[in-house]
């Protein structure tokens, strides 16, 4: 599209959004602030150094100011970073979220498959302690036995503590261009695809489905999530666009942040549940449905259904 044409076309939405919104309607504000950034960057791809991707720049960091001001009246910054900016987050990168996703799949589909064609890839992976005890467990006739070991509180901390390093790490080695984003990625997602291969060889893959995913769901989301950050971050480094490429990373930095923290809470969760539920491996199949169907459905609503709710208010507003 020639840029007479893309600023004829929204030339007249792009004045309206000169005006602040009412402080009273934060959604509205959200909705500009998510078409705002989607135009701007539609034109810092086919008109870089143009006169409307500076004037769409600017008009993006005033509604920025706007939405994200302190106002007491909206119920404080913590209660809108959960209601808005995170959502809003994962709206504006759900193109890095995606990629995260395909990358943690595929190497989840290489563990597998690894796994299938090679005996010895599951030891590898999770080591002979683990298998070792695996299979006496499986023998016992309590292949998830594993988890039953220890006092749950010591239980919970140790768990919740790695898994917030590990997703945290994640999200760091976006600096490195993605490298070791794609990295942690690939490596959680190898030992994932070998440790559910190796419980589908010893024929109680549904035992661990009903088990492991209990406090995975909320887990494994969590890790896609941490790369999706670190890939944000490494987009801020190799492609500035427009900004200098220090303020395009401070500002990959700001939203990338937000992605990783926003997550902390989820792998809280997911600790807890780890320690004081799965345990219970004689859990009813509804019981255990229920509780993994609830954190699927938490995920796809906050982090799926939220962000695509306040788009389609950005288009319905534009």
Known sequence: MREAVFRRLNQERWRRYETPAPAADPDELAARF????????????????SDTTAYLNQLAGRQHQALYKNKPEEGGRFGRFWAVELPLAVSRHRRELRWALFVFGLSVLVGALSAAYDD???????????????????????????????????????????????????????????LGTTFMLF??????????????RQKVLLASLLTVWLHGTLE??????????GFVLARGLLFP??????????????????????????????????????????????VSLLLIGSSAAFIGWYFVYRPWQLRRAAELAA
């Open 241 to 286: 666009g427009t900004y200098a490429r220090r303020d395009s990373l401070r500002l990959a930095a700001r939203d990338s942040l937000k992605l990783a923290l926003g997550i902390v809470p989820v792998l809280c969760v997911a600790g807890f549940i780890e320690s004081f539920l799965t345990r219970h491996t004689e859990m009813p199949v509804a």
């Open 220 to 229: 494994i989301s969590s890790i896609v999530l941490a790369g999706g950050a």
């Open 120 to 178: 010895g890839f599951v030891r590898v992976v999770l080591g002979d302690g683990y298998v070792n005890q695996t299979l006496e467990n499986i023998r016992r006739g309590d292949p998830m036995a594993v988890y039953k070991q220890g006092p749950e509180a010591p239980m919970f901390l140790g768990i919740t503590i790695h898994n917030v390093q590990i997703a945290l790490l994640t999200f760091a080695l976006g600096i490195t261009g993605g």
């Open 34 to 49: 998510v078409a705002l950034t989607d135009d701007l960057a539609y034109a810092q791809t086919f008109y870089s150094e």
């Open 187 to 200: 490596r959680n997602g190898l030992m994932l695809g070998a440790f559910q291969f190796f419980f589908f």
